[in-house]
């Protein structure tokens, strides 16, 4: 069955620091995996998906198949980037989205 | 703006009485998807459906949930009767269909309170 982990509840970091998000997957077929965002008092959103390989709001991830992770990264934290981050697998014929339980990030200024 | 409406917002109701929950997803999206999110957690799906088919119900707890999407445009969510371990967000999402790359769009979800 198909698993997605994220190993922390909680990440702060300051203003101008790097910040890395943490993501592994667990699925046997070709993965498709995206990054949602919900910031405050805010609908779920999508922020970015590997098939892309794009770059939104100055994050990116890589999805690396050795490692089953899908980490989001970036260079140089925002206080506006603050808000939970959550990583998501497509898998199965119907193609369910199945979610990690999140990371709340704080940017501190 | 224009996308996934859900109501009510709130519900607080007590243990062993009945709740709906109403969708209406992003006009033309196909695919329509209910979470369950508990507290500190992530959304869980508990249904998909494709139109007004479904096509993953296995997570759904069956003897007290129930959901249809009549027409294939809006979607209801009943649970009868709630427990309190049903206390939860329930979001509701669409996407255009289930291909490569499709985003999921969500609503603000409904608070659900059981006591």
């Known amino acids: 069955a198909q698993r997605v982990t994220q190993p922390e509840k909680l990440l702060s970091v300051f203003k101008g620091a790097p910040v890395e998000l943490k993501c592994n997957y667990s699925y046997s077929g070709s993965p498709e995996l995206f990054w949602y965002v919900q910031y405050s008092r805010q609908r779920l959103q999508l922020l970015l998906r590997?098939?892309s390989r794009e770059s939104i709001k100055g994050f990116t991830a890589d999805l690396n198949k050795g490692e089953t992770s899908f980490h989001l990264k970036k260079p140089f934290a925002q206080e506006e980037d603050s808000a939970m981050y959550y990583c998501?697998?497509?898998?199965?014929?119907?193609?369910?989205?199945?979610f990690g339980s999140g990371t709340q990030l704080t940017v501190l200024p | 703006e224009a996308g996934v409406a859900q109501s009510p917002r709130y519900k607080i109701i007590e243990k062993r009485q009945s709740v709906a929950f109403w969708c209406n997803p992003i006009?033309?999206?196909?695919?329509l998807y209910w979470y369950q999110q508990i507290l500190g957690q992530g959304p869980k799906l508990l249904i998909q459906?494709?139109?007004?088919?479904?096509?993953?119900d296995s997570q759904l707890p069956k003897d007290r949930f129930s959901a249809e999407r009549l027409k294939g445009v809006d979607s209801t969510l009943k649970i009868q009767p709630a427990k309190l371990e049903d206390s939860a967000v329930y979001l509701c999402a669409s996407s255009l269909g289930v291909g490569l790359n499709t985003e999921a769009f969500f609503g603000q979800g409904t608070r659900l309170t059981v006591v």
């Open positions: 590997h098939i």
């Open positions: 459906f494709q139109n007004n088919g479904v096509v993953d």
């Open positions: 998501a697998l497509v898998s199965g014929s119907a193609r369910q989205l199945t």
């Open positions: 006009s033309g999206h196909a695919t």
